[in-house]
């Protein structure tokens, strides 16, 4: 399985507008460090027959895909409607072009239902004529189940984001968790076993919403991953830092880092 890490930025990126010259706000984090550049967070999964699953279509997915290479999916999964995660839907018309069809997009009733009053258009019937519009077919799943997702079969894991539960995905030995501060028991026991684990990590602190960098150490302690690999960073997680700091068997990920996870 090959996990390609679009982007590994919070919901403001890295750098984020603004900065004593307005050229962006690099925090804590170096200029000169390329791994510090970080679009909106999102995935793409691939298995070993080819097919491909899209983590959240994030507002930066056109330059995303063009940097790592990417034009061809099989399906879409949403861990929740915050628009960090979801305003590249529109992106979306070009893959369908290329796919040649509608796209089938899953996500809980709640998600599914709040994207409809948003993007009405792209849950309409395909256009007779081209992809001028998006064309997503909704699949609504729910925490416990597995269901295919575009041939790749995934289990669907309850997260607490404070503000709104949202979704973590499990599929082999690689596990996905973003936008969590607090994962229940069940998804717990769903996460032991894994080989990689790609999970949010927004700051050194503790935020109310999301993990920071002890939680997260704790939470491998509990699980023991071979491999876990930090996402949704914010302006004081410099990479180099991280690098320096962060126990063995923990590292920061990277816009386009490409992640393999053995079967």
Not at 17 to 23: A, N, V
Not at 85 to 100: F, S, Y
């Amino acid at each position: 399985m090959l996990v390609t890490l679009l982007g590994c930025g919070g919901s403001g990126g890295v750098p984020q507008i603004g900065g004593s010259d307005e050229r962006g706000n690099w925090g804590a984090c170096d200029p000169k460090e390329p791994r510090n550049r970080r679009t909106r967070s999102s995935i793409v999964i691939e298995n070993s027959a080819g097919s491909r699953l899209l983590v959240d279509p994030g507002p930066d997915l056109r330059q995303q895909f063009l940097a790592c290479g990417l034009a061809r999916l099989d399906a879409v999964a949403i861990t929740h409607t915050h628009a960090d995660h979801v305003m590249g839907i529109d992106e979306l018309r070009i893959v369908n072009r290329v796919r040649g069809a509608a796209i089938d997009i899953f996500g809980t009733y709640v998600t599914l239902a709040e994207l409809r009053s948003r993007f009405d258009y792209a849950f309409h019937p395909p256009p007779p004529q081209g992809f001028f519009r998006p064309s997503l077919t909704a699949r609504p799943v729910a925490p416990g189940e597995t269901v295919e997702m575009g041939r790749i079969r995934v289990q669907v894991l309850r997260q607490d984001h404070r503000v709104m539960e949202t979704l973590g995905f499990r599929t082999g030995r690689f596990g996905y968790s973003t936008d969590v501060v607090a994962m229940p028991e069940e998804s717990f026991a769903a996460l032991r076993g894994l080989d990689t684990w790609v999970v949010g990590c927004f700051q050194r602190a503790a935020h109310p919403v999301h993990a920071n960098v002890e939680l997260v150490c704790r939470w491998v302690e509990r699980l023991r991953p071979r491999r876990t690999v930090l996402t949704h960073m914010g302006l004081d997680l410099d990479w180099a830092w991280l690098e320096a700091n962060l126990p063995a068997g923990i590292e920061p990920g990277f816009d386009g880092m490409r992640i393999e996870v053995p079967d």
